[in-house]
């Protein structure tokens, strides 16, 4: 018998509503013969839908090669160990006890799940009252954070990741390395994302070549401020 109970990612990402409380999914428990604990999420838009902020060609490489090389990489790092039974929040929980591949792909794949629900075609999203409101407090305006996102996205030396997050109780802007991210005991500001964007070349040198600040400035045209502010929302609950 299969018994196949993994990250539930197809019905996660069902409607464009994205079900953080998936990746904290403890239902790795899994046939050994079956060997996908972890599961590339589908993208919920199609590849040009981003044009011309992102283009096609690099949504396609992003998703398909590059996400689905996380992915794999970490089933194969993980398959038969001890760690295939935690989830991937729980795995990220505890990154400094693992080896680097784990690190480097659990890593890639949480963020990459995350950033296609960062991004979205629809037009006029805003962030909720209660999203803008806290934003205000911590970084005075919406375009103070965005200058202090940007910022970080900006310097970020090499490959690497900006976010927005929940840390000791305020918003808080910082970046890292490859694909660390904040919900890692190792990271140097540890909290819950509610905003990411990848500066990795692989996502933007097709279209905008060394030029990252066009890149950053060009992602706030998709940003999905409902899904951002429901990550706000579910945090403040
Ligand atoms: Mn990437």
């Not at 490489?61 to 090389?69: F, G, L, P, Q, W």
């Not at 790092?77 to 160990?81: C, D, L, P, R």
């Not at 909720?128 to 205000?136: G, P």
């Given at each position: 018998m299969k018994r196949i109970n993994f990250l539930q990612s197809s019905l996660a990402f069902l409607g464009g509503s994205f079900l953080l409380s998936s990746f904290k999914t403890k239902g790795?428990?899994?046939?050994?013969?079956?060997?996908?604990?972890?599961v590339l999420p589908s993208l919920p838009y199609s590849f040009e839908a981003l044009e011309p902020h992102i283009d096609r060609m690099t949504?396609?490489?992003?998703?398909?090669?590059?996400?689905?090389?996380?992915?794999?990489?970490l089933n194969k790092?993980?398959?038969?160990?001890p760690v295939a039974s935690l989830?991937?929040?729980?795995?990220?929980?505890?990154?400094?006890k693992q080896a680097p591949v784990i690190r480097n792909n659990g890593g890639g794949h949480w963020n990459h799940s995350f950033f296609w629900q960062i991004l979205s075609p629809a037009k006029g999203l805003q962030?909720?009252?209660?999203?803008?409101?806290?934003?205000?407090?911590?970084?005075g305006s919406l375009d103070n954070m965005k200058v202090e996102f940007n910022k970080a996205a900006t310097t970020r030396f090499g490959s690497g990741w900006a976010w927005l997050l929940w840390s000791n109780g305020k918003l808080v802007i910082s970046s890292t390395a490859n694909q660390d991210n904040p919900l890692m005991d190792i990271a140097e500001v540890k909290g819950t994302p509610i905003l990411a964007l990848d500066v990795w070349e692989h996502a933007y040198y097709l279209k905008y070549q060394n030029k990252r600040a066009d890149y950053i400035n060009a992602f706030w045209n998709v940003v999905n401020w409902d899904f951002v502010s429901q990550q706000f929302d579910?945090?403040?609950k």
């Open positions: 790795v428990q899994m046939d050994i013969m079956e060997n996908t604990p972890f949504m396609e490489i992003h998703h398909d090669r590059h996400h689905k090389a996380y992915v794999d990489n790092a993980v398959i038969g160990s989830s991937l929040e729980e795995l990220l929980g505890q990154i400094s962030a909720s009252a209660a999203s803008l409101a806290q934003i205000n407090q911590d970084f579910k945090i403040k």
